[in-house]
């Protein structure tokens, strides 16, 4: 814990010196008994805009608020600011990664929304990961607040299936060890508490697929062995029309077009950035 401290504070320290500076922010947090009591956000604003359009991003199992900058760079350049937060169960978020760890995302929501200094009255989200699994949740809860959400590489039923969750243990896209990340990510202690708390999660079961869903772009490797290529496809298959694109690879599908690609679509969905003189 002191290390991850000390990271925090030097990625801070140094991030006085970007061409975006980040101001962190908290938030008092009220949930449920045993979790924490602040959620901590890294916001970022584009240069000379007013109110400008915001996405709010996060990451996986294992990659924290601070490693979204790249994300946040290619955004700010385009003229939206951005918001981190850590995913549920992760870094400083104060929930872990349940059934309803969305009520970490909707106070942010509802900061966004009366925020002065950003148009956050419906703004884009973007999940890296198993963060994807979130975006898809919360553009099925709450579509109206919405304008767009990218899962990069989220799942949302087939990926917590036991088959799955067995044939998937040792991906060749994760070096250390995914089942115990993610257990610490959902509070499970063996096994049995990882199946159970994985199968409970799925987006199909809890009946949300069939609703109306904010603009979702679902993004990945087509030959992704940690996060089932079949989740998209269940996807499309529900509720409102979906963007998809794939690209020629694994987990997440990185290549030079894919955060482009992800970034211009968020761009043509949200409102433009307003200059100083409009």
Request: proline letters at 7%; one cysteine or more.
């Amino acid at each position: 814990e002191r290390s991850a401290v000390l990271e925090r504070t030097a990625y801070l320290a140094a991030a006085r010196h970007f061409k975006w500076p980040i101001e962190r922010v908290t938030l008092p947090f009220r949930g449920l008994p045993g979790d924490g009591s602040e959620l901590v956000l890294l916001v970022r604003r584009p240069s000379n805009a007013v109110r400008p359009p915001v996405v709010l991003m996060w990451g996986g199992v294992d990659a924290w608020k601070e490693q979204m900058t790249a994300m946040s760079d290619a955004l700010l350049a385009r003229g939206i600011a951005t918001v981190a937060m850590d995913n549920a169960g992760t870094g400083e978020s104060p929930v872990k990664g349940d059934t309803t760890g969305e009520r970490q995302f909707l106070p942010v929501l509802d900061w966004l929304a009366a925020s002065s200094e950003l148009n956050g009255s419906r703004v884009g989200l973007l999940g890296r990961s198993f963060g994807g699994y979130w975006v898809s949740k919360l553009a099925h809860l709450v579509p109206e607040r919405i304008a767009g959400g990218v899962s990069w590489g989220g799942g949302a039923h087939y990926m917590f299936q036991r088959d799955w969750i067995e044939a998937s243990r040792y991906p060749d896209s994760y070096l250390m060890e995914l089942v115990e990340t993610r257990c610490r990510m959902l509070g499970a202690h063996d096994d049995e508490e990882y199946f159970a708390a994985f199968a409970r999660l799925s987006l199909l079961d809890q009946g949300l697929l069939d609703r109306p869903c904010a603009p979702l772009l679902l993004v990945n490797g087509k030959d992704d062995r940690q996060c089932p290529i079949a989740d998209v496809h269940l996807l499309t298959e529900h509720g409102s029309p979906k963007c998809v694109r794939l690209f020629p690879s694994g987990h997440m599908g990185h290549t030079p077009q894919t955060l482009p690609t992800i970034v211009d679509w968020l761009v043509q969905l949200l409102p433009a950035a307003e200059s100083p003189s409009s």
